[in-house]
């Protein structure tokens, strides 16, 4: 807030002083998602370090894929750090990156990251 009782946008300000100093191209290139496809119900791979799990699609809301992790006979449920990144593959040759939002009553969801 300014001496008068304005609020300003800083980010706003800072990005137009950015561009005064190198140009107008300068802040305009945005990080794009891949267009990544799958059915519901379709068997996912989610790949984290050398681990491989195996899942279910269950849906997607803009960023947010939410799947179900596949128990195998004699293993546990995979244990997914927050935050942690991943690989999301259709199984395929299509896959795109992701991060691990919630790990929580069976299901995983991910948000998938730009490139």
């Not at 244990?79 to 990156?97: C, I, N, R």
């Not at 992701?98 to 990251?113: E, F, M, S, V, Y």
Request: with cysteine; aromatic share 6%.
């Amino acid at each position: 807030m300014d001496e008068k009782g304005y609020w300003h946008n800083r980010e706003a300000e800072s990005r137009e002083r950015i561009r005064e100093a190198f140009g107008p191209e300068t802040g305009t290139v945005e990080r794009q998602r891949i267009v990544f496809e799958l059915e519901v119900g379709q068997l996912v791979t989610i790949k984290c370090g050398r681990e491989e799990i195996r899942a279910v699609f269950k849906g997607a809301e803009k960023n947010r894929v939410t799947v179900i992790a596949i128990a195998e006979v004699g293993r546990p449920l995979p244990y997914l750090e927050l935050a942690q990144s991943v690989e999301l593959s259709d199984g395929k040759g299509k896959s795109t990156l992701a991060q691990i939002w919630d790990n929580r009553g069976g299901k995983i969801i991910l948000r998938t990251l730009p490139v």
